[in-house]
Each structure stands twice: as structure tokens, then as C-alpha cells.
């Protein structure tokens, strides 16, 4: 990696664009500025090259937030990436489909994680150098496709790729609408239910200041023992199958980092056993591929 180009963590790119927010909603700041966005998340003790950015997505797809506490999703500020359009996000829930369809192309890395075509794929890609061998950041999975869509097809993918490896995972399953959810709509069953917030409902009859209709807790992705030299890191987000109703995933700011990032909300990062990657290092990550792949 060539030091010169790389920036760390006092370089915060997206300083004015996450200087305000809103009492009841989240603040949404789109941008299609690569380098921005990373450095908007760049923690302590990791070193990225700017110059091996690769930003992928439509006008519209990502943005910066802020405000997130006070639209309930546990994260205050960060980037955002989705499988439509950042805008909808905010304010309250107004339609139980909300979603923009591009028609762009999906991305091949996601096609083999579901084992079928996706769209619309947003992605985000970076080399980085972890100086303690261990990399932790926070983020929130949220979609317009819960609850009527638990069980089916029509889910929604996303992935932290760190050298090809997903380490977004629940248990071993990527972490979606149907390994994280209460039931589809008018079920009792659920699988990880008590990690799930529920947002169905229209305007003043949704829990949360949010467009989509459930989310995650806060979770951690997390990988330790990372060997020393340059890795690469892929966030991706696609819709599956076909390109209604939107995705996103909150990505927390500065919580990319060689240690783990309280959340915001100043409690503890909810962190089954299930869910860490804790002590788990690359090479134990590899025996994992062929489970989730």
C-alpha cells in the first residue's frame, strides 16, 4: 500500500455532511463519493488506500445519516447503502412497499451467496491494513420486505466481504429477512426474533421514524487474527430476484476499527455467541465458505 495515499480516521471526510440533525427523523445526505463515504467510517487503528476505492451504485443509492437515535435504530450516524434509493429512508413509514427500481446490474459475489440473480447492487470496496490484526465495525440491516416476505425468495442480500469472506453472519447463516425476523405477517413463528424490531404499520401506527418495516438490533462484524500485509473489504447490497422494495444497511460511523466501537446509545453491542466472529481468524473463516456460499 502506498502510505501517501492512504488516510486514516483524522481525516473525517463527512464532517459537514452529518453536522445536523432531527429531533424525530433521520437525516439523509446522498452521495455517490466513494473515498467520502469510507472515510466516514474509518476507525482507529486501520489504514486505507484512497486510491483503491471502487464505489458502485446509481445517483441516489447511498448517503451519509444522521439522527439515527432519534428514529430508534440505535445508530446516531454513519453511511447508509441500499438496494434503492437512500431518500426513502427517512420520516415516518408511509407505504408498506416502498421501494426504486433501477435496473441496474446485480453483483456476482452476492449471485453466489443466494445462489440466484440479483439487482441493483450497491457496493462499496477498499484495501486496508488493520495495525492490531483484528477489524470490528457496527451496522444495522433494515427492509421494506419484512414481514410479508419472511420465508419466500424475495429477500433482500447483503455481505462483508473481508478477502472474499462474508463475516456478516448469524450463526452461520448471512445475516437477512429470513435468518433474522418475528414470523411473516400473521405467523407466530420467527427465527432470531428477539434481535428484530418491527415497524409495520403506516404513519403514526409505526414503532419507529423509519421508512422500512423492520430492522436489526445493533450488530457487530467482526474478524480477528487478520495476518499482516494489505486485505480487501467489500460492502455489498443488492435486491434479489427482482428489483421492488428497498434494502439498506446503517453502517456506524468511525466503528470501523482495529477494536470494538460502543454503539451510540451507550449499552452494550448485542452479541450472541451465535453472532461473533470473536477469535475466529482467517484461516477458520475459510472452513466456513462453503456453508454460506
Request: hydrophobic share 40%.
Amino acid at each position: 500500500m502506498d502510505t501517501s495515499a492512504a488516510f486514516r480516521i483524522t481525516l473525517i471526510t463527512a464532517a459537514i455532511a452529518m453536522g445536523s440533525t432531527s429531533a424525530s427523523a433521520l437525516v439523509i445526505t446522498e452521495t455517490s463519493n466513494g473515498q467520502a463515504l469510507l472515510g466516514s467510517i474509518l476507525g482507529s487503528g486501520v489504514v486505507a488506500d484512497a486510491e483503491s476505492v471502487n464505489y458502485k451504485g446509481e445517483s441516489g443509492q447511498a448517503a451519509f445519516f444522521s439522527g439515527g437515535l432519534s428514529a430508534g435504530i440505535g445508530i446516531d450516524s454513519g453511511i447508509l447503502l441500499t438496494s434503492g434509493s437512500a431518500s426513502l429512508v427517512d420520516g415516518t413509514n408511509s407505504s408498506s412497499e416502498a421501494g426504486t427500481r433501477w435496473g441496474s446490474e446485480g453483483d456476482a459475489d452476492l449471485d453466489a451467496l443466494v445462489s440466484g440473480e440479483t439487482r441493483d447492487a450497491n457496493v462499496l470496496e477498499f484495501d486496508f491494513i488493520s495495525t492490531g490484526g483484528d477489524l470490528f465495525f457496527n451496522y444495522v440491516f433494515a427492509s421494506e420486505e419484512y414481514n410479508e416476505y419472511v420465508d419466500t425468495q424475495f429477500n433482500d442480500v447483503f455481505a462483508f466481504y473481508v478477502d472474499g469472506i462474508n463475516i456478516a453472519l448469524v450463526g452461520d447463516d448471512p445475516v437477512s429477512v429470513n435468518t433474522v425476523n418475528c414470523g411473516n405477517t400473521g405467523t407466530a413463528s420467527g427465527m432470531n426474533c428477539g434481535l428484530f424490531n418491527n415497524n409495520e404499520g403506516l404513519g403514526g401506527d409505526a414503532a419507529y421514524n423509519i421508512e422500512y418495516d423492520g430492522f436489526t438490533d445493533v450488530f457487530t462484524a467482526s474478524i480477528t487474527g487478520l495476518t499482516a500485509g494489505t486485505h480487501t473489504m467489500k460492502l455489498a447490497i443488492a435486491d434479489r430476484s427482482d428489483g421492488y422494495l428497498d434494502s439498506g444497511v446503517f453502517i456506524q460511523a468511525n466503528s470501523f476499527s482495529s477494536v470494538p466501537t460502543p454503539p451510540t446509545t451507550g449499552t452494550e453491542v448485542p452479541v450472541p455467541g451465535s453472532l461473533a466472529l470473536i477469535g475466529v481468524g482467517l484461516a477458520g473463516l475459510l472452513a466456513r465458505r462453503s456453508k454460506i456460499s
